[in-house]
């Protein structure tokens, strides 16, 4: 199947830097990618819609200021979370759908990047 | 979208059939049920997707009444390694909207 892969897969920053992820699918084109954060022992809660060349989708309660998302090409998407307080700790996962053409939208993930903030 | 509703945890043995039902009672016609499989610290794993009626793989099969207001995971035969969290997903495949997962079902494998 197809493979979507996160850098880094864990990283700790201290209280107000900014730290940046990239999410990529390495072996289709994705025009659309998804954001998801996950605290512990919860569900995963979408936070926002990444289209190739275009604004973000943010759903309501995320900060759109604060997780800059940018999705510059059909393979690589990267959510930077600005400013980071110690409640932005948590797991950050993406996922990509299938460009079409042909194949399916079937929705990949990624393995998740966890960050904590000291 | 459909919201769903999964039993919350599960127990099992080993060897034995697990079978995990989730209700989507506001299934739309387009929409599709995938379940995928998440282990601690890792992003979720595809199992199975369906439309309806039965879907079967190398690990996993997956039931669907003509209603389609809910669906079955079945998985044959569990091990200690099959612990983990079972999401049931309803959407629209093929649409450029994310798939929105539920509270999941978090299975226990004992010996």
């Known amino acids: 199947g197809a493979v979507v892969s996160q850098h880094p897969s864990r990283v700790i920053c201290k209280s107000g830097t900014s730290v940046k992820i990239e999410c990529r699918s390495l072996d289709f084109q994705a025009t659309t990618m998804f954001w998801y954060r996950q605290f512990p022992k919860q569900s995963l809660m979408l936070m926002a819609t990444?289209?190739?060349?275009?604004?973000?989708?943010?759903e309501q309660g995320v900060e759109k200021d604060k997780f800059l998302i940018n999705h510059a090409s059909l393979t690589l998407s990267t959510l930077t979370v600005t400013s980071a307080h110690p409640e932005d700790s948590s797991f950050y996962i993406c996922?990509?759908?299938?460009?079409?053409?042909?194949?399916?939208?079937?929705?990949?993930f990624g393995p998740g990047t966890r960050l904590t903030v000291t | 979208l459909a919201k769903t509703t999964q039993p919350i945890s599960m127990d099992s043995y080993e060897g034995q059939e697990v079978n995990i039902t989730c209700s989507h009672n506001?299934?739309?016609?387009?929409?599709?049920i995938t379940w995928y499989q998440q282990f601690p610290s890792q992003g979720p794993r595809f199992i199975i997707q369906?439309?309806?009626t039965k879907v079967t793989n190398e690990v996993a099969s997956l039931f669907i009444p003509a209603d389609r207001k809910s669906s079955t995971l079945s998985l044959p035969r569990v091990s200690l390694s099959d612990t983990a969290v079972y999401y049931c997903l309803v959407g629209f495949v093929t649409g450029r909207r994310a798939l929105t997962f539920g509270s999941g079902t978090r299975l226990q494998v004992q010996p």
């Open positions: 990444s289209n190739e060349g275009s604004k973000a989708t943010y």
């Open positions: 996922s990509a759908r299938d460009h079409g053409q042909g194949g399916t939208y079937e929705q990949y």
């Open positions: 369906g439309y309806k």
């Open positions: 506001n299934i739309a016609t387009n929409d599709y």
